[in-house]
């Protein structure tokens, strides 16, 4: 008996979700990672450049480029990117990886501590950019607001078509400007992640 029209459309539906797999897989394993997952309160998410459906993170993942990260209401991560950049990630948050020293916070807040190079790190939030070197720079996106701390060196933001300079222990809030902050109160939610990192003697950062 010859094969139904219907039963050959879903072989070929099954195939290409096979294919789809292999490459997902093939991906996950084989690309060049951009960062390496340190540590975390709780659950972690990861949805891979080629994936459809998030993923809970493990140490073992490769995070590559064009994955995304996500914490839920209960988790706070760390991880580290390929050039020394160190990020914690807040509760409720979510990172793109671009491409080298370039990352999207899609909402939640971040504390960044950005290594030193030639070329600036930059990160885009809302329809924003923050652009910086040999600084550590806390963001926060809510709906419509972004906030961009420097806790150490500085930073630029262009905003709305306009550049603008952020220098260490201002705060620059896109809607009204910068003005002088308690850099401690900012970044207190990311004291917890810092001990257990030091505790466990994992990475000798400061912040």
Not at 102 to 117: H, P, R
Not at 131 to 159: F, R
């Amino acid at each position: 008996m010859k094969p139904t029209k219907k039963a050959v459309q879903r072989f070929g539906t099954l195939l290409a979700i096979g294919v789809l797999l292999i490459y997902i897989v093939y991906l996950i394993f084989t690309l060049p990672t951009k960062a390496d997952f340190l540590e975390s309160t709780g659950t972690v998410k990861i949805l891979p450049n080629a994936g459809t459906s998030w993923q809970p993170l493990s140490s073992e993942y490769k995070i590559n480029n064009g994955a995304t990260l996500k914490t839920e209401r209960d988790s706070k991560a760390s991880f580290l990117l390929k050039d020394g950049t160190y990020v914690i990630m807040d509760v409720n948050t979510e990172v793109k990886f671009v491409k080298s020293r370039n990352i999207k916070l899609i909402e939640g807040q971040i504390l960044i501590a950005i290594k030193a190079d030639d070329k600036p790190f930059m990160i885009a939030a809302k329809e924003n950019v923050v652009t910086s070197s040999d600084s550590n720079i806390d963001i926060k996106v809510s709906k419509h607001t972004v906030y961009v701390t420097v806790t150490k060196g500085e930073a630029t933001v262009v905003a709305n078509g306009q550049k603008k300079k952020i220098f260490e222990g201002r705060q620059l809030k896109f809607t009204t400007g910068g003005k002088t902050t308690d850099i401690n109160k900012v970044i207190k939610w990311a004291k917890e992640m810092q001990k257990k990192l030091n505790e466990q003697d994992r990475r000798n950062i400061s912040l």
